[in-house]
């Protein structure tokens, strides 16, 4: 059994000014976004469809606008619509937390049919540039969680269980956050980045995160701690497993379509 070791969550001050981990997750997420998008203008048949760095920046840019503008927003519907309900300025508290992965999914949608539209390009040609972009700042996202002790997983006997302060209970809990970290950072990078080297019908590499993401998503849910304001739904699901189900559907789906078409 481990107990966290509870990180300091402010990484660097300088006087009045203070940079925590947490943002400083949300930086490398999108410094990895950049880095990986420019080795990825070295594929043959990425360089061959007219991708430029000045594309992957706008891309950034959109990028940004949508996770943080739909997560919170996902947040705030998924999770506490009759809270935020009753109090409406509170959903400009980003600063004391409470952001939706799925929220932040659509709003980067939302934002890449904007950039789509603006340079002409297919909405899904769009998606399957950005698509093996993605996992490493899920990556990043899940160790910030770790970090701040939050979002922890649910107790467990195993030796690798881990106390986490913040509980209050003095339980040894499962490291969900790390679990996260490994399936939907680690693995699901390994998989789209090997999956997307080679030419793919349009949409293939899209399907493949969503089913990717889905699915490891919804596994490592058995270990994560359900939110305390919901707990766990219909058939014993979390909302995190149900909001997961439409998305490995859909991948599914615009997987056997994009085949069909290529064929």
Known sequence: MFVHPQFDPIALQIGP????????????????????????????HVAARGWSR??????????????????????????????YLDHPLDILKVWEGGMSFHGGFLGVLCAMFWFAARRRR?????????????????????????????LWGRVTHGWWGTVFPQAGDGLARHPSQLYQFALEGLTLFVLLWWYARSPRPAGAVSA????????????????????????LLTLGFSMGQWLSVPMILGGVLLLLVSRRRAA
């Open 17 to 44: 000014l203070a940079v925590r981990w947490y943002g400083l997750m949300y930086l490398l997420a999108f410094g990895l976004f950049l880095v990986l998008g420019r080795l990825q203008l070295r594929h043959a």
């Open 54 to 83: 000045d594309d992957l920046e706008d891309l950034l840019f959109a990028g940004v606008l949508g996770v943080v503008l739909g997560g919170r927003l996902g947040y705030v519907l998924f999770y506490k619509p009759l809270f």
């Open 122 to 150: 297919s909405f899904l040609e769009v998606t399957d540039f950005i698509a093996p972009l993605i996992p490493g700042g899920l990556a990043a996202g899940r160790m910030g969680n770790f970090i701040n002790g939050e």
């Open 208 to 231: 493949v995160f969503l089913i990717g993401y889905g699915v490891f998503r919804f596994i490592a849910e058995y270990a994560r701690e359900p939110d305390d304001f919901l707990g």
